[in-house]
C-alpha cells in the first residue's frame, strides 16, 4: 500500500529586504509567474509577497511596473514563436495564451483598441438665469 504524501515542511518566515524584492520582480518582468516564483523555498510565498504590496505603496509601484515588462516581454515573444514554429498549431496556442496576457496585464498598450461612434444630434441649450435681489 502506498504511503499518504507527507506535506512539504513549514518555510521559515521570509523578511521584506531588498535583495527578495529584487528577486522577485526581476524575474517577473522576465515573464516567469508569480506562483512559480513564490515557490522557491528561500522566497515568501505567494500571499507573504501580495500582502506586503498591499501594505508597501513603494513595493506596489515596483510590482506595477514588473507586471508592465513582463506584459512587453510577452509580446515580444510572439515574433520569436512565430519565426521559428515548427507546429502551427502549438504556437498559434502560444502566440493567443502570450496575446491574451499581455492584453490584461497592460490593456492600454497590448489590449484591443475599442472606438465608440456615435450618431445622432447633439443639441445646444442655453439657459438665462436672473437673480432677484429681495425687498429690503
Not at 506562483?35 to 528561500?42: G, N
Not at 465608440?116 to 445646444?124: F, L, T, Y
Amino acid at each position: 500500500m502506498a504511503q499518504p504524501k507527507r506535506p512539504p515542511p513549514p518555510r521559515p518566515p521570509t523578511k521584506d529586504n531588498p535583495e527578495v524584492r529584487a528577486e522577485i520582480l526581476t524575474r517577473l518582468s522576465k515573464g516567469e509567474s508569480l506562483r512559480r516564483i513564490c515557490s522557491d523555498p528561500h522566497l515568501p510565498n505567494l500571499d507573504t509577497f501580495l500582502d506586503w504590496c498591499g501594505a508597501k505603496p513603494d513595493l506596489a509601484e515596483q510590482y506595477a511596473r514588473a507586471r508592465a515588462r513582463q506584459a512587453d516581454y510577452y509580446a515580444e515573444q510572439i515574433v520569436e514563436i512565430a519565426d521559428h514554429a515548427e507546429d502551427a498549431n502549438l504556437a498559434r496556442l502560444q502566440i493567443d495564451a502570450r496575446k491574451w496576457v499581455a492584453a490584461r496585464l497592460l490593456p492600454k498598450k497590448w489590449g484591443d483598441k475599442q472606438e465608440i461612434e456615435h450618431s445622432g444630434k447633439i443639441e445646444s441649450i442655453t439657459v438665462n438665469v436672473t437673480r432677484k435681489e429681495p425687498p429690503k
